[in-house]
């Protein structure tokens, strides 16, 4: 059996992060170990807005060159972000339940349009399902892929614009982090364990992509 | 050491409760990306077979 380098690399890596996060990273003293699911909800955050940010440039760059490369790269590209983002909105409440006090607030507008975001790369891979001709579903999608990350800057500012129980960066904020060393160290661990794992998922996702479209034009479908 | 954090030897007798959350969000979001990436291994091996 062939072994791909890149997800091998990316799981060990995403696995050292883990056991870094785990044993090797000082407890936060008001919050105890709720605040270890920061190393693994901020970078999922980062990676869904990269994902979706990737999905947009691609798509723009199609409707222009109309190359079928870029669809299915923003294809796989969304579906990897809603994986993320999946994760973003199931480490979030379950870090805000011990030190909120609850799962979940709906005016909360962090959490609820970060939720919107999940929904319309869900609908954009229900609208990739739905459109059976090739070059309408790849216009389609490229439209929805590109509207759907005008809400990441949005999502970004949220917490500046509006009363919200979610708290402000600390790390990408304008004065410095103000994270402990050990702490900064092992999210940035996390941030680039998580960011490899995104390019290894959108590596195999594409070429499942190519290998789908050629079984299906051999069998004499559209792709 | 900076005050937000708690020496090594109190680490284990500090607040259960919320390890428990921690416990639970590192099992769910490991389990959806081991299962996202046996998902695409599955579907890329059906594709193969030209199932």
Excluded: C
């Amino acid at each position: 059996m062939k072994i791909s380098w890149l997800p091998t690399v990316a799981a060990m890596a995403v696995i050292g992060t883990v056991i870094r996060a785990a044993f090797f990273t000082p407890l936060e003293a008001r919050q105890g170990a709720a605040q270890k699911i920061f190393y693994i909800h901020v970078p999922a955050a980062w990676v869904a807005f990269l994902a979706f940010a990737l999905v947009a440039i691609a798509s723009g760059v199609f409707l222009w060159v109309r190359d079928r490369r870029l669809d299915r790269f923003a294809e796989s590209s969304a579906e990897v972000g809603v994986v993320f983002t999946t994760v973003v909105l199931i480490t979030g409440p379950l870090w805000a339940r011990p030190i909120w006090g609850t799962y979940w607030a709906w005016w909360d507008v962090r959490l609820v349009s970060t939720l919107f975001l999940w929904f319309i790369y869900v609908a954009y891979i229900v609208l990739r399902g739905a459109v059976e001709s090739p070059e309408l579903r790849a216009r389609y999608s490229a439209v929805l892929g590109i509207l759907g990350a005008l809400l990441i800057p949005f999502i970004h500012l949220s917490v500046y614009l509006f009363a919200t129980m979610h708290p402000l960066p600390i790390v990408g904020k304008p004065s410095s982090p103000s994270l402990p060393g050990e702490m900064l160290l092992t999210l940035l661990l996390s941030l680039f364990s998580f960011t490899l794992l995104y390019f290894a998922f959108v590596r195999a996702r594409y070429y499942y992509a190519v290998e789908r479209d050629a079984a299906m034009a051999t069998a004499g479908h559209d792709a | 050491m900076p005050s937000s954090v708690m020496p090594r030897w109190q680490q284990l007798a500090t607040m259960p409760e919320t390890s428990f959350y921690y416990h639970l969000a590192y099992t769910i979001a490991l389990g959806i990306y081991a299962g996202y990436g046996l998902n695409l291994y599955i579907r890329r091996k059906r594709v193969r077979e030209g199932r």
